[in-house]
């Protein structure tokens, strides 16, 4: 094994949280901690749809900001909720760059820096990456984005182009993340799966979210664990 690579939100950082916390400073829906969440999981929803209609082409090539942007404003929509400023989805869409890690997170990065590559490999824009590593201090060697490649994930351009660039193998990497979709997609082009178990990321609405049946290499609770169980990985 020489690299391991990262999924970003949920993996690595408490997306939903996150977000709730940074739009109480707002004051839309009376700050009413349950419209909020009900708020950040429906934009969340709204993820992965409107990235596979970028990927068919559907919907031209747009950041991951740009999507976000335009999918708050459809979950505003379908929420009935107008009182809404440009500035206000601005501060939204930004909340994304500073989202707080899992309490693991670094120093699970930290230990396998030691002896591994670790990179990033999110369907997050280049400079969201950069500013959220840099807020949540998230020390990875290298980062790559759906934007490097102008296809979001579970394309297999996506994987193989990170994998490439680092002039490695398929089979000498392994993709670390919390959603066995993602894990499946990398499998399929010969990485190694390792699935973390964020039981928090959805909070009370993980129902919401259909997870794919998929048993991966090496299933974790804490990021800080893998250093030891590395070894269980089929290599």
Known sequence: ????????????????????????????FENSSIILEELV??????YQPIL?????????WKTLDELHEMTLRIVFQKMNFSKITKNEI???????HKLDPWEDSSEGID?????????SLSNGN????????????????FIFSAEHFKKYKPNKIVYLGAINMLNLKPEQCALVASHKSDLSAASEIGMKTVFINRKDEYGNFKNKFIEKDFKSDLEINYLNELP??????NY
């Open 52 to 60: 596979d209609k970028v990927n068919k082409g559907v919907i031209e």
């Open 1 to 28: 094994m020489k690299a391991f690579f990262f999924d970003i939100f949920g993996t690595l950082v408490d997306w939903r949280s996150s977000l709730i916390k940074g739009a109480q400073k707002m004051n839309i």
């Open 126 to 141: 280049i400079k969201l990456q950069k500013n959220l590593f840099q807020h949540a201090k998230l020390k990875l060697d």
């Open 228 to 233: 030891k169980k590395i070894k269980s990985i």
């Open 111 to 119: 230990l396998l820096n030691t002896e591994f590559i670790t990179a």
């Open 41 to 46: 999981i429906n934009w969340r929803k709204e």
């Open 90 to 96: 601005k501060y939204l869409v930004n909340l994304w």
